[in-house]
């Protein structure tokens, strides 16, 4: 599953195969995938796609921007200057 979700997967409605840039097992039970843009439901499709299915998500990082470990789910919170350039950087670190 995990080659397969590397080396891409075609997409109901899709023309082109999606590739996960990273895709590795953390446990029997947990999937960490990098991929470089999220598109409609894309983690789900693409995890089903190869003969699997998604009970839960956890978005960690957007672009150059880690969540902070300190933020509850559902919370939220203002992002200083570094942040939002970390936002905006094009650099996606390994997983």
Not at 28 to 53: C, F, I, P, W
Request: no cysteine.
């Amino acid at each position: 599953m995990l080659a397969r979700l590397r080396d891409g997967v075609l997409l109901h409605g899709e023309t082109k195969p999606s590739a996960a840039l990273a895709a590795a097992r953390r446990d029997d039970y947990l999937l960490e995938l990098t991929v470089l843009e999220g598109k409609y439901h894309q983690v789900k499709r693409m995890v089903a796609a190869s003969g699997n299915r998604v009970e839960k998500l956890h978005r960690a990082r957007v672009g150059g921007y880690a969540l902070p470990d300190s933020l509850a789910e559902g919370a939220w919170r203002w992002l200083d200057e570094a942040d939002l350039a970390a936002l905006r950087s094009t650099d996606t670190p390994a997983p």
